[in-house]
C-alpha cells in the first residue's frame, strides 16, 4: 500500500503520474518525498508538460493543498 510506504525503515518514496486534460495536454509530475528524522516530510514536484498552460494550472493546484486550501 502506497501510503505506509513512508513508514518503517523505507523514508522515500517516489512516484510518476501521467494525465490528460480534456483538451488533449499531456502533463507528467515527477514527485519525490522523504521522512526527515524528526518526522516532517520533504522533497520536490516537478511538473513537464509540452504546453505552458497546464504546468501553470497543476503547480497552482498543488501550492493551494499544499497551503491546506480545498
Known amino acids: 500500500e502506497t501510503r505506509s510506504a513512508l513508514d518503517g525503515e523505507c523514508g ?3 512516484a510518476n ?3 490528460k486534460s480534456v483538451f488533449g495536454e499531456d ?3 515527477n514527485i519525490s ?4 528524522v524528526d518526522g516532517k516530510l520533504s522533497g520536490y514536484i516537478r511538473i513537464r ?3 505552458q ?3 501553470l ?3 497552482d493546484k498543488i501550492t493551494l493543498k499544499q ?3 480545498s
Request: hydrophobic content about 45%.
Open 12 to 14: 522515500y518514496i517516489a
Open 17 to 19: 503520474l501521467y494525465a
Open 27 to 29: 502533463a507528467l509530475v
Open 33 to 36: 518525498i522523504e521522512k526527515q
Open 49 to 51: 508538460s509540452k504546453t
Open 53 to 55: 498552460g497546464i504546468a
Open 57 to 59: 494550472s497543476l503547480g
Open 67 to 69: 497551503k491546506g486550501g
